[in-house]
């Protein structure tokens, strides 16, 4: 007999991901245990692999096991809590081992695979990383006049001292620095990333008193903080102080010696959040999001597993955090698509949450304005508990929001995408020296590029999508593949015609607005803008500082924010959203419009706001426009009900990718058929397929995209059909044709 270990394997696909057996040799006996974290040799070539143990066992020896190379020391190991996770992800949404395995420790945490003396071995990961940091001692001389980059150098680190990196995220350059430097304008001193992000000092939090309505909620909740699992809902209109009743119940949870996670949906909504939490509980929190440096990501992980945080926010993948001992999970806007993860594992972050909650005896808290209604659903039939904050805090009203006929406007000659409403508001609020925020869901210049002649539309050549016109760099980008065309052409490539470019996005928007307000300072924020790091962060905090006055942006511009000078906010290009595909399009416009209109007036004065559509009857927009979400709910229910949509049962979409179209349609309908045939079997389970039909975009980076839309029930049962049908369509040599991903969508994931 000798010991051997269950690995998950990196790099395995799924038509043959399994379990590997492999022997210990005798000097890691003793040393590996589930968890641990390995280096294997695999394949014909016994190349060096990262793995993870899954399982020991004593079994018979059989010549074919290979010997594990190297292994982690024990105090990396996972948990056997996020062990069951790894399990769980598996199990729920069909990926492979190791994919499970990469949501729940982020790649190169702690070791990575090298070579000692000839042998692959495992090395240490990340353990520090230093950056220069440079400080503004003095205001500038005003002579010699400073250039244009030292003066936003200068302006910039006169709020406090900035890393080189996030100078870069703001244009300003490296030599710019050290010239200045070099003048003695600024100095320079090297800092320690891991801690200067938990160091940074931040102003003392004012105390937390809340309102009655809110101590009432608080008091609710934190009778659910009694060491057992429980879930609620936290349905608060915006602005009505749900992040004040969450800091309460963190520092409850504190108290009880207890640990928690926050999060968020998206990094833009972050900043807020984390400066919120810092200055109320000091370096003891940790952040994970993606637009953190792969480096800074994995410190503060390590930092995190090695106990050394109490409180994690971040975005979706924080929910594997490696917390002990979790009291509250709180998810803030649950709503948010974001929190469904679109590559594999394709899971939610609810169905994680609850399972975590579960393992841990915590408090799940979801929190909303406008909650999802498979959410909502849940708490109005009592499976989680109900919380409401329906008043903004100090008695603020909600914004009066009017809906802009768009034909009107153009049918009196204004072919702008401003209004003359929302000139007149824009100018009433420059006038009084308040901002203003604009959502608009189109980055880039102008949207599509028509051909005069043949009436074509440009596309990318890799995807069924308009390639975007972007003026700054003149040229023409995919958003969905990145493929840009430079410069821009005039002609249309299929007939020589002359091209149209109509449409706006945000630069264009931009321009209009520095046309109409010359004097106004606008704030542009899109992935163009923001791409770099931390530049979303800074930018958001010059805006609350004052230094601008009107925010245009995408969706990043809509939530979570809380600016006391905002009052007024304009929706510029609704109308597409309104008929976009799938059964959430409704959901999504009524909370984004919502929440968006929920940026203004959140202080003294009364905040307004202008939805310009060219359907001004619209149901959801109207709904939307009263902030009516009992209304809407009610609307959308029946909606789901009759259609036969979540929650009221479970959409499985099955995703197809190939190269070849008829191969892709042909392996979609197959993969249908086994199905159904499978299905027959056991009558009484519900199932029924629908398709196969073209994703909404049908090809991107070249390859072809169909899908099977399932209507099912989520159970072991179903799961055990949905793997039988998928050993079949591998049996049939169908994946090489056609690659296949599951995706579902629950009725019941609390
Ligand atoms: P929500 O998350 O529900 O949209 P916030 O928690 O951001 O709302 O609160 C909205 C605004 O009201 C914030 O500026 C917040 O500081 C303020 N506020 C809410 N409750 C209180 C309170 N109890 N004391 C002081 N300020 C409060
Ligand atoms: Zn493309």
Redesign the pocket.
């Known amino acids: 007999m000798v010991q051997t270990a269950q690995v998950a394997v990196s790099g395995a696909n799924f038509s043959f991901d399994r379990l590997y057996t492999y022997r210990l040799p005798a000097a890691l006996c003793g040393r590996v245990f589930p968890g641990s974290m390995v280096l294997v040799p695999f394949g014909r070539a016994s190349r060096a692999r990262m793995g993870v143990v899954l399982e020991l066992r004593e079994e018979k020896d059989d010549p074919r096991f290979k010997e594990i190379y190297d292994a982690a020391p024990e105090s990396s190991r996972l948990t056997g809590e996020l062990m069951e996770l790894v399990r769980f992800l598996k199990e729920r949404t069909f990926c492979t081992w190791y994919e499970a395995v990469k949501a729940v420790i982020p790649y190169g945490a702690q070791y990575k695979a090298g070579t000692e003396n000839g042998r692959p071995v495992l090395k240490k990961g990340i353990t520090r990383h230093t950056e220069d940091e440079y400080t503004l001692p003095a205001p500038l001389p005003e002579k010699p006049k400073p250039g244009k980059k030292q003066a936003l150098a200068a302006s910039v680190l006169a709020d406090g001292p900035k890393t080189a990196s996030q100078l870069a995220a703001l244009g300003i350059s490296r030599p710019v620095l050290e010239n200045m430097c070099a003048k003695g304008l600024l100095t320079r001193r090297k800092v320690d990333r891991a801690t200067e992000l938990s160091a940074r000092p931040l102003p003392p939090a ?1 105390p ?4 009655a309505d ?1 101590q009432a909620v608080y008091e609710g909740l934190a009778a659910l903080l009694d060491g057992k699992a429980h879930a609620a809902l936290l349905h ?10 969450f800091l309460q119940l963190l520092r409850r949870t504190l108290e009880q010696g207890r640990k928690a996670l926050v999060l968020v949906p998206e990094i833009g909504l972050t900043p807020q959040m984390i400066l919120r939490l810092r200055q109320h509980f000091g370096s003891r929190v940790a952040v994970q999001h993606s637009a953190l440096s792969n480096t800074e990501r994995l410190l503060q992980w390590n930092e995190i597993q090695s106990g050394g945080a109490d409180i994690v926010v971040g975005t979706r993948s924080a929910i594997f955090a490696p917390l002990e001992n979790i009291g509250l999970i709180v998810i ?1 806007e649950e709503q948010e698509h974001t929190y469904h993860s679109e590559s594999s594992p394709r899971y939610s972050a609810h169905e994680v949450a609850s399972q975590r909650a579960a393992a841990h005896g915590a408090l799940l808290l979801l ?1 909303s ?1 406008t909650p999802s209604t498979e959410t909502y659903y849940a708490a109005q039939s009592g499976r989680i508990r109900l919380f409401e ?1 329906p008043r ?3 008695g ?1 009203p909600l914004p009066s929001v009017r809906l802009v006929d768009m034909r009107a406007e153009l049918s009196s000659g204004n072919a702008t995408s401003l209004s003359a409403a929302l000139r007149e508001e824009l100018a009433a609020n420059l006038a009084a020296g308040q901002q203003s925020i604009l959502l608009l869901n189109r980055r880039g210049y102008q949207t599509v590029a028509m051909c005069t002649e043949c009436g074509e539309v440009l596309k990318c050549t890799g995807c069924s999508v308009p390639m975007v016109y972007h003026k700054a760099e003149e040229k023409l980008l995919c958003h969905y593949c990145g493929h840009s065309i430079h410069p821009a052409p005039a002609q249309c490539p299929a007939c020589g015609g002359r091209l149209r470019y109509t449409g706006f996005g945000t630069q264009r928007v931009e321009e209009e607005l520095e046309e109409a307000f010359p004097s106004a300072r606008i704030l542009r924020m899109d992935l163009d803008t923001t791409g770099k790091k931390d530049a979303h962060e800074i930018l958001l905090g010059r805006f609350a500082a004052g230094e601008y006055d009107i925010m245009l942006g995408t969706q990043m511009v809509a939530k ?1 924010l ?1 600016f ?1 000078k905002v009052t007024l906010v304009g929706v510029l290009g609704i109308d597409q959203m309104l008929f976009a595909q799938g059964f959430r399009s409704c959901e999504t416009v009524f909370s984004l419009v919502t929440q968006v209109v ?1 940026r203004s007036g ?2 003294a004065t009364p905040g307004r706001a202008l939805i310009q559509t060219v359907d001004p009857d619209n149901p959801v927009l109207c709904l939307a426009a009263a902030q009516d979400y009992p209304a809407f709910y009610r609307q959308e229910i029946a909606f789901r009900r009759l259609n036969l949509y979540p929650p009221f049962c479970t959409i499985c979409m099955a995703l197809f990718h190939g190269e070849k179209e008829h191969e892709t349609l042909a392996a979609a309908a197959r993969f249908g058929a086994l199905l159904a045939r499978l299905a027959a079997k056991t009558p009484g389970l519900p199932l029924r397929i629908l398709g196969p039909a073209p994703m909404a975009v049908a090809m991107v980076n070249g390859r072809y995209r169909y899908k099977l839309t399932i209507k099912c029930r989520a159970g072991k049962q179903t799961r055990a059909l949905l793997a039988a049908a998928l050993d079949a369509y591998t049996n049939e040599g169908l994946a090489g044709k056609a690659s296949l991903a599951l995706d579902f969508h629950s009725d019941a994931d609390l």
């Open positions: 004012q937390v008193e809340l309102s809110q608060g209109v915006t602005g009505s102080g749900k992040t004040l009743v803030d929190a304005a904050l903004r805090y100090a603020t979570g809380d006391e929920g959140r202080a």
